[in-house]
């Protein structure tokens, strides 16, 4: 008989006919009662064993983390929190496991210790709904852009460029480091190795996207990028999964109105798909609010707060505005909270911009036109700035609890501006022949931004670190899986 999901077992109406299930043992109580999981949803079905009749072998079996198949009638439950349960006549254990071995009890683990079993932990109620809602905001960022008729792109893994020009790139080589070639000037002679130049892995598909944009319109990638930037923190991923749209025509407020609209979308799309493991990751960090002091404690549950992400516009300040705000704020020593910063010019420290959204609008805040010299060469200067004052057309977007979840700008369509302002950093004109074609050949006003893809699941689920949100975390000195 061909099994059916827990999830759509869960909402049958129509009982009182036989069917079979399969899945994980989560509990099984009194020898009577197997709480099963299969995945398809947060929650267990009851499977009530006939113990009388079952062999005392195959009760012993019926542990935690254990896959079994069982057979019987789908009835109505009399237990909490369940409409039916399944009255089982016959049971198959498929794979055993045992519970002196087994890492995943039914009991509280620390997330410290489930990021070392990153293999095992998906099977515990947090990271099924963790893994489930990152899957569904994954289709929604496809379904919103072909539905809106973008083009998805696929920009490649190897590249020779530099996209951010922050030289924080994992090299590829197939040259044998143990005698690696030389040339005559005594530096590796790379023209040896596998593509005859030297190669790493993306750190954007943006250059590669824009090319494409400059064709079809309106593209996104959508794929692995990978930053070997030394930062143990709780919002940086060696290899992280991004989003690119790209759109010839857009200047700097479009984009804006795209970025906005996307990040809705998904959100959206999430919370209506997900009410379940959403309301259990809602619980789960309520319980944990109750261990913290009470200023500490947030202001909002997870679904509230996704909800007045939906229902606020966000909100949109000059990188100048921002100065001047954070300028005029009181410094407050006692929360260890040091923003004042005197300096134009100087980037945002995380600090900065969590005061900007979580303390000073309380919304997410869409910050833009940056000066040029700490944002990217392909960004497109603002006209009529100061010398000295220069400014790009840049955007970030910053979101309470997260920092920076887009970065984005309008790229510098003009072939003279780009190329001047390639040689000012040292940036090889050579190496980037083809995206200035982009520029030499019907070149025009284009904008998109990247939007990292862990740090929106770790806004929707709640969870504080970035190491929670992805299956496999590379971070530095990890990469055990
Ligand atoms: O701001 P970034 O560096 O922008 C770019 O790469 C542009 N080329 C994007 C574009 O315009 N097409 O990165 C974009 C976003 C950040 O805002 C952040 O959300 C995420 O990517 N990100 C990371 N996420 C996890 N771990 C890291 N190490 C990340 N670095 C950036
Ligand atoms: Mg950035």
């Not at 009851?46 to 195959?58: G, M, R, W, Y």
Request: aromatic content about 10%; overall charge negative.
């Amino acid at each position: 008989m061909k099994h059916s999901k827990v999830i759509d077992l869960l909402k049958s109406t129509n009982t009182l006919h036989e069917v079979t299930a399969k899945g994980w043992v989560r509990t099984f109580r009194n020898n009577q009662f197997i709480a099963l999981n299969d995945g398809s949803t947060i929650n267990n079905i009851q499977c009530v064993v006939d113990f009388e009749n079952t062999p005392d072998e195959t009760l012993k079996r019926i542990t935690t983390g254990a896959a079994i198949c069982v057979t019987g009638m789908l009835s109505e439950s009399r237990g909490a929190g369940q409409n039916v349960e399944i009255q089982v006549t016959k049971i198959t254990i498929l794979g055993d496991s045992d519970p002196d071995k087994f890492p995943m009890q039914p009991k509280k683990h620390s997330l410290e210790f489930l990021r070392e079993n990153a293999h095992l932990r998906v099977r515990t109620n947090a990271f099924g709904a963790i893994m489930r809602v990152r899957s569904t905001l994954a289709f929604a960022v496809h379904q919103y852009f072909q539905e809106k008729g973008f083009f998805y792109v696929n920009t490649p893994v190897i590249t020779g460029a530099d996209a951010e020009g922050a030289g924080e790139m994992f090299q590829v080589t197939s040259l044998p480091l143990d005698n690696l070639p030389k040339n005559e000037e005594g530096n590796i002679d790379y023209k040896k190795d596998f593509f005859g130049k030297h190669t790493n892995l993306t750190v954007s598909g943006q250059l590669e996207g824009e090319t494409f944009a400059m064709a079809l319109g309106q593209i996104y990638t959508f794929g692995p990028t990978f930053r070997a930037e030394n930062s143990n923190t709780s919002r940086h991923l060696a290899e992280f999964w991004m989003i690119e749209p790209e759109v010839a025509f857009n200047d700097l407020a479009d984009n804006m109105d795209l970025a906005e609209d996307f990040i809705k979308y998904v959100v959206k799309y999430t919370v209506a798909k997900c009410e379940d493991d959403l309301k259990f990751l809602e619980g789960r960090l309520l319980e944990e609010e109750k261990s913290k002091p009470l200023a500490d404690r947030s202001e909002m549950a997870l679904l509230e707060k996704l909800n007045f992400v939906l229902e606020n516009n966000f909100k949109r300040v000059s990188y100048t505005e921002a100065i001047d705000i954070l300028r005029d704020s009181t410094p407050n020593k006692k929360k260890k909270f040091q923003y004042i910063i005197n300096e134009w010019g100087a980037d945002l420290q995380s600090e900065h911009e969590r005061f900007l959204v979580e303390k000073h609008f309380k919304c997410p805040v869409i910050l833009f036109d940056y000066p040029a010299k700490i944002k990217a060469f392909y960004m497109r200067l603002n006209d009529n700035t100061e010398p000295g004052k220069e400014t790009v057309r840049a955007m970030d977007i910053l979101f309470p609890g997260i920092g920076e979840i887009v970065g984005g700008s309008q790229r510098e369509e003009r072939y003279d501006v780009l190329v001047e302002k390639m040689r000012a950093l040292g940036i090889d004109e050579e190496e980037l022949w083809w995206y200035l074609d982009t520029r030499r050949f019907g070149s025009a006003v284009h904008s998109g931004f990247g939007l990292g893809f862990e740090r929106l699941v770790l806004f929707v689920t709640g969870m504080t670190n970035i190491r929670d949100v992805i299956p496999f975390p590379r971070t530095p000195h990890n990469a055990e899986f």
